[in-house]
Structures are given as structure tokens and as C-alpha cells.
């Protein structure tokens, strides 16, 4: 029996580049997939709405498409069964090579699990244009000119108010300052710390080699912190006297997935008051805790030792490049004097938009939909896995947007190059460890993005990654 739509990732088996319009572009890419036998004869394909939405393009398009796959005979359309791949379309499927080498895949990969991204196809477009049009109807002609360094007045008023409510943070409209995304605050923070003769900052030994970049950009060596099962071992900062920062992922270690013991917690803010040091939190995906009430932010502890990063690409869509830093009084003027060197600000229309949008309960709306929709794929990776392949841990916390896969001994490099045959886009574990890392290195392991594929297509790539693991024993 052919599968179901499910189990094909539309977003991977559609290339929409080359020449024509939109609607060629589909036509063409649908009856190659057809052709190939990448979708096989009875499959069901998405409606044209769902198709759309995944696809971001009109609904008249996807059905202008499927009519003239109809009409060429590749696709059946019926009143109540939907539109289905032609029995008769198996005798024109192209036949793979018997012999030879495997060719080389040179195309985009057929399914998506790299960590990092929200499923952008469950972005709230129409409460989001709603928003849109009430923030820019309000908006004074002022809004329009060249953008505050800080930020919209508004969204750092609404700002300041969420995250204490949500995420325990102490903050005020003016200790806000909004950013085209963390790497820019994580940029401008550096400069202003090595302006201050800050010549070392502590780093999570496994984490973002962009992050531990802009750092070294910035003239400060990036120090990697062991870690455990209980996060972060700052008390190693004791060890680095020259070491007056540290950037940790306390509330769901990045990618390792462990939360910061409270014990540390309470450690590293006493670090910071002691030795005059600062911490920088990266809060990127906080609001998605699935077992319990998310942790609250460290920055509740001492505001004037901790400068909270937020982002909305996590939770809404990294298009928007809107995150934000809070910061301790003493700092802001030297961040918006260096932030404003660079560049004029970030966008104001998205910025006002995005207040308008939290101001009325949509952003809450939104981010109580998504916890449903991660937590259940979540559990489904779990499930899987635990049927399929009971020899692969899945370990750390149930939050955020990314699993840690943890291999048998030896197999990380030959599974990811499995699932590179598979088109699997997928991450090992060692690619996050940095360089320098102290002591042994943390298991084979795989960084599963649960959070990237749309929904339609995560059974088909659960299945692929299954495919691609190694075998037991």
C-alpha cells in the first residue's frame, strides 16, 4: 500500500527554483517526484491549502498545479478521496541503476533535523498581519523614521512586562535594548567588555562555534567550562583570574540539553558578585519546558550581574531577527554608544508589531499551540526510538526544540554519512565541542531538531532517521 502524504517531506521533495513562474516551477517538481518514483502510485498528496501554507505560496497556485498534473495524467483527483499520484503514472517512473557507483547527491537534503529552527510552516500569518496592520495604523509618523538604537519604546515597554511575568526576569523599559538577533547583542556586548579590559570570557565546552566566534572577534578568549549532568561546572571559573564573563544556556544547556543545577546557579551569581564578573544567559528557547513549569531566569537573581539575551526566532520565526538584551544599568549607555556605530537600529514596523502582538494575548496564544506541537513530536522521537531502536538513549531535559541521540561508541561519524545517503539533514554531537574542551569528550551522539520539519512530514523523517542508525550490537 503507497504511504500516506505523511511521510514525505514537502519542503525537501520540492525544489521551486529554476525557469517559469511559481506554478511551473511546482508543476515541473511534482511530476518529477512522480516520475522518479519518489512518490509512488496512490500516495495522497496534501490539500491545496496545507500545500500552500508549507510552501508559502497562494492556494490557487498549488491548485493550478495539481489540474494540470491531472490533466497530463499523473495525478487522479476525486470527490472525497483527494488528489492521489495516477496508478498508471509506475510505467513513466524513471529506473535506477543497477550497477555502478552510487551517484552523488548533490541536491538539497529530502528531510530536515538540524537543531536550531522553529517549524516555520505553524507561524501565526494572519494574527500576525493583524497585528501588523493595528501596530501601523497606530503608529506616529515619527515610527517611520530611522529606528532608536534601544529599540520602539513600545516593545520595550511590553518586553519589560512579559518577561517578568512569563520568565521571572527584573527589567525595566529603559535597561531593554533590541537587537537583529543574539549574535549581534552577542557581538556588541564583547566590544563593550573588552572596552572595559575584560580579556577572557567562559564558555560552555559544548555549544555554538558562531557564539565562541563573535567572542574571539571581539579580542577575548573564548574559556571552555567542563560540563555534567547538572550543567555547567562553573566553580572551574575560580581557576581563570583573567576570566571577568561567562555566556551560559542555564535553563536548557545547549545541545546537550541538561538544565543548570540551582546549586550552580546560586554559584556562579556569587562568582559574578565577588569577583566584579558578569554573566550573559542566553535564554534561547525558555518558554518550551514540557515536564514541569519552566525554570526562571537567572537574571531574577542579581540584575546587575546577569544580562538576559531573549529572542523571538525560537519561538515565532527566525526571519524576524528580533531578539533582546536586559541589561544592568551601569552597561546600557556603553552598549547603545557601540551598537550605534554599526548600524541605525533594528526594523521599527516589525518591532511595533511584534509589541502589538504580545500586548494582545496573541504571542501566549501562539506559544501554548507550540508546546503542544513540540511536546507531542517530542514524545513521538521518544516512542520511536524506544520501538525501533531501544539501543539509542534519548537524553536531557524534555524542553526545547532539539534532542541529544546518544550512539553505541564509535558509530557518530558512519550514522550521520548514513543519513547523508538517506537525505537526512542531521547534526553530530561532536560538532558543537570546542577545540580547546577540557576533559574527555562527551558520548557519540546526534542533535535531533524535532522543532524543524512541518507536521506532515515528521513520520517520514522519524522513519529515515531510524533507517539511518546503526544496528544493534
Known amino acids: 500500500m503507497a504511504e500516506n502524504w505523511a511521510t514525505y517531506g514537502t519542503d525537501l521533495h520540492l525544489d521551486l527554483t529554476g525557469p517559469g513562474g511559481v506554478r511551473a516551477c511546482l508543476t515541473r517538481a511534482l511530476r518529477e517526484s512522480v516520475r522518479t518514483g519518489r512518490l509512488a502510485p496512490g500516495t495522497r498528496l496534501p490539500s491545496s491549502r ?120 527584573r527589567a525595566t523599559p529603559e535597561r531593554i535594548v533590541v537587537c537583529s538577533g543574539f549574535m549581534q547583542g552577542l557581538s556588541v556586548l564583547s566590544r563593550v567588555l573588552k572596552a572595559r579590559g575584560v580579556r577572557e570570557m567562559g564558555v560552555e565546552s559544548y555549544g555554538l562555534w558562531f557564539h565562541r566566534n563573535a567572542v574571539d572577534r571581539a579580542g577575548l578568549r573564548s574559556t571552555p567550562l567542563p560540563l555534567d549532568e547538572h550543567g555547567t561546572c562553573v566553580e572551574e571559573l575560580a581557576a581563570h583570574r583573567s576570566a571577568r564573563a561567562v555566556l551560559l544556556t542555564p535553563a536548557h544547556q545547549f545541545p546537550l540539553g541538561m538544565a543548570l543545577h540551582p546549586d550552580r546557579r546560586a554559584a556562579v551569581v556569587d562568582w559574578a558578585a565577588r569577583t566584579g564578573g558578569l554573566i550573559l544567559e542566553d535564554d534561547y528557547d525558555g518558554e518550551f519546558r514540557y515536564d514541569r513549569q519552566q525554570v526562571g531566569a537567572l537574571q531574577g537573581l542579581d540584575p546587575e550581574r546577569v544580562v538576559y539575551f531573549g529572542t523571538a526566532s525560537k519561538s515565532l520565526a527566525p526571519a524576524l531577527r528580533l531578539a533582546w538584551m536586559v541589561l544592568p544599568e551601569h552597561l546600557v549607555d556603553e552598549v547603545l554608544a557601540v551598537k550605534g556605530q554599526g548600524e541605525y537600529g533594528t526594523g521599527a514596523l516589525d518591532q511595533l508589531t ?10 501566549d496564544r501562539h506559544l501554548r499551540a507550540m508546546r503542544l506541537r513540540y ?29 541529544v541521540l546518544e550512539l553505541p561508541p564509535g558509530t557518530e561519524r558512519d550514522t550521520l554519512k548514513a543519513a547523508a545517503w538517506q537525505g537526512l539533514a542531521l547534526s553530530g554531537l561532536s560538532r558543537f565541542r570546542h577545540p580547546e574542551a577540557p576533559g574527555p569528550q562527551a558520548p557519540d551522539g546526534l542533535i535531533a531538531g524535532y522543532g524543524t520539519p512541518p507536521d506532515h512530514a515528521f513520520a517520514g523523517v522519524l522513519d529515515t532517521l531510524v533507517r539511518s542508525l546503526p544496528p544493534v550490537g
Open 50 to 169: 496545507t500545500l500552500a501554507a508549507d510552501l508559502g505560496i497562494a492556494r490557487n497556485t498549488v491548485a493550478e498545479a495539481y489540474g494540470d498534473l491531472v490533466a497530463e495524467g499523473w495525478l487522479t483527483a476525486r470527490q472525497g478521496s483527494g488528489t492521489r499520484v495516477a496508478t498508471r503514472a509506475a510505467a513513466s517512473r524513471a529506473k535506477p541503476p543497477t550497477r555502478g557507483p552510487r551517484p552523488a547527491r548533490t541536491s538539497r537534503p529530502t528531510y530536515d533535523l538540524m537543531p536550531g529552527t522553529a517549524d516555520v510552516s505553524a507561524f501565526p500569518r494572519a494574527a500576525w498581519l493583524s497585528a501588523a496592520r493595528r501596530a501601523l495604523t497606530a503608529a506616529p509618523n515619527s515610527a517611520l523614521g530611522y529606528p532608536d538604537p534601544a529599540g520602539t519604546p513600545e516593545l520595550r515597554a511590553v518586553l519589560a512586562g512579559y518577561l517578568a511575568r512569563a520568565r521571572g526576569v
Open 354 to 363: 511584534l509589541a502589538e502582538f504580545i500586548d494582545s494575548g496573541a504571542y
Open 375 to 403: 511536546r507531542r513530536r517530542r514524545d513521538q522521537l521518544v516512542s520511536v526510538l524506544a520501538e525501533r531502536a531501544p539501543h539509542v538513549r534519548v537524553t536531557g531535559i524534555a524542553a526545547g526544540l532539539h534532542a
